[in-house]
């Protein structure tokens, strides 16, 4: 079973982006981090794009390939009906994950599209919310 961790614009440079608000930590080392939890017989991918169209085709991937998803989809989040429309026409577990606590930051970080399809919503835990993430699909997914 592969679980696919999507991440959208920016987040390519994740360590080097607005530390203050993001931290230090790059996405080699989510990956690292949440590869530690995968029990035998998972496996993950972990992605990133600054294209809403890349994600897109990769959500559409992940209905073959994937038994969840956990995505950051950056700014795609508050912006795009396309990110929601893919999502919804996968059957697995979603998890979307925000390193920072959009809450707490301008109030166009506090609508999300794709919140209408997640299974859960985390927020302002840092890069640990990734690994939450995992957790909860692996739990979502142990059985099936
Ligand atoms: C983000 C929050 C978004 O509002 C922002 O556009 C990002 C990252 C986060 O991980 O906190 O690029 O999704």
Redesign the pocket.
Known sequence: KTIYILN????NLLGKRQPE??GYDTLADVEANCRALLPDGYDLTLKQSNWEGQIVDWIHEAREKACGIVI????L??TSVAVLDALNTFEGPIIE????N?HK?ESF?HHSYVSLRADGVI?GLGIEGYEMGVRRVLTLTKDA
Not at 8 to 11: A, E, V
Not at 72 to 75: E, Q, T, W
Not at 97 to 100: P, T
Request: net charge positive; hydrophobic share 40%.
């Open positions: 959208g614009p920016n987040l608000i993001y950051n989809p950056a700014a989040t508050h994950v925000h390193i920072s959009v930051r970080r927020a």
